[in-house]
Structures are given as structure tokens and as C-alpha cells.
């Protein structure tokens, strides 16, 4: 089992819609989560991070955890093409190793 | 500098060839993680330093990786004898300081490798 897993999509949405990404992870001891959006060519950019179960808004994503689930998601609401890209869930191992799972890849579509 | 950089933003380089990618990380950041990223996976650990010392190696493949960063600040990635399997993304990250509950790691730029 991977340590942590994404659907790699793509997921298409339409413009405006809601888009729901999930990412499962598999050490119960994980304290802190981190959302990364990755454009084509580019490097990982910060989105959002997330340390208690229950939702955390920040303006049109709301990340959600729950740790019983071992689960993980980010919402974005209202989408537009420029969030298309591929968003990466981070779990840190230990205090300070981040392990990626693949990245989804979002395209929403105008 | 006001976020990572790295050099060069592209390498390419023939099997059996030295190369050394550079890593600048965030102004006061102590410590300083080096991944590699392949095709459409995510970025994966190599190695990660705190100040000067290599606090965690284990990510890196094989001894023909090695890594430096002498004086706390600036890092090398360093690869000998290349291998067209080492052709990839290699990313490096900082953050203020690791050990603390919230460690941000914020991305330089990478630079593409590829072996021909």
C-alpha cells in the first residue's frame, strides 16, 4: 500500500462547479497535511495546510481532514481555468520528510 | 533572495557525466530538502539537511548522489557517472526550521535534468 494516494485523474469540472480532490494517506501518527498546486513545468506551490480534523476555509478552498478515515480533500468552489493543474497531497514523515502521492490533475473546463 | 532558487533551470548531459545543481534556499531558513520528480509522479524525497549537516540521507538512490551545503546556506546536489534513469526534476525546498509541528516547505523552481 502506498503511503499516500491520490486518484491521478484528470478530474474536468466545469467552470464555476465544485471540485473535490481526495487523498488517503496511511500512518496514523501523520500530524499535518498540505495541499501543493503544481502547474505544467513549474514547481509545487503551497495552497493549504490542515493539522485538525473538521474543515479550514481560505477564500474558495476548504481543506478537510478527518483522521479516523485517514482521509484528506480539498474543495474548490467556484473553479476557473486557471486552477487547472495538478494538486498534490503532502504528508509529512516523521517531523520534516514530505511524502507526495502522485498529484491529481484538475481541468476545468470554460 | 525573497523565495528558493536553483541553477541551471535545465541540465543536459551525456551518460558517464559529473553534474551539480545548486540550491539557494530562503534567506534565514536553517533547513533545506532536495526531491527528485519524475513524469507524473510526485516529488520524492532525497535528502534533507539541517544547518550544515545531512540529518537524513536516505532518499538518495545510490552513492553516485551526494550532497553538500557547507556553510549552512547554499546546497549542491552533486551526481557522478550519470544514468539516463536519473533524467528527471530535481527540486529543492526550505523551511525556517524543521522539528516543529508546522514545517512549510516552500519549492524552488527545480532544475530539469536529462542524460542523454
Known amino acids: 500500500q502506498k503511503e499516500v494516494e491520490q486518484n491521478s485523474g484528470p478530474l474536468s469540472v466545469p467552470e464555476g462547479a465544485i471540485a473535490s480532490l481526495n487523498c488517503t494517506y496511511s500512518d496514523r501518527g501523520s500530524q499535518s497535511f498540505f495541499w501543493y498546486r503544481q502547474y505544467s513545468g513549474k514547481s509545487p506551490e503551497l495552497i493549504m495546510s490542515?493539522?485538525?480534523?473538521g474543515d479550514k476555509e481560505d477564500g474558495r478552498f476548504t481543506a478537510q481532514l478527518n483522521k479516523a478515515s485517514q482521509y484528506v480533500s480539498l474543495l474548490i468552489r467556484d473553479s476557473q481555468p486557471s486552477d487547472s493543474a495538478t494538486y498534490l497531497c503532502?504528508?509529512?514523515?516523521?517531523?520534516?520528510?514530505?511524502?507526495f502521492g502522485t498529484g491529481t490533475r484538475l481541468k476545468v473546463l470554460a | 533572495g525573497a523565495g528558493v532558487s536553483q541553477t541551471p533551470s535545465n541540465k543536459v548531459t551525456e551518460k558517464g557525466k559529473y553534474v551539480e545543481l545548486r540550491c539557494d534556499p530562503i534567506s534565514g531558513h536553517t533547513a533545506l530538502y532536495w526531491y527528485r520528480q519524475s513524469l507524473g509522479q510526485g516529488p520524492e524525497f532525497l535528502i534533507y539537511?539541517?544547518?550544515?549537516?545531512?540529518?537524513?540521507d536516505s532518499g538518495l538512490p545510490n552513492d553516485r548522489f551526494f550532497a553538500v551545503r557547507p556553510e549552512g546556506s547554499v546546497s549542491t546536489l552533486k551526481i557522478q557517472r550519470t544514468e539516463r534513469g536519473d533524467s528527471a526534476v530535481y527540486l529543492c525546498a526550505s523551511s525556517l526550521s524543521a522539528g516543529a509541528v508546522i514545517d512549510t516547505q516552500y519549492f524552488g523552481p527545480g532544475t530539469r535534468l536529462t542524460v542523454l
Open positions: 539537511f539541517q544547518g550544515t549537516g545531512a540529518a537524513d
Open positions: 490542515i493539522y485538525s480534523n
Open positions: 503532502a504528508v509529512p514523515s516523521g517531523t520534516y520528510k514530505y511524502i
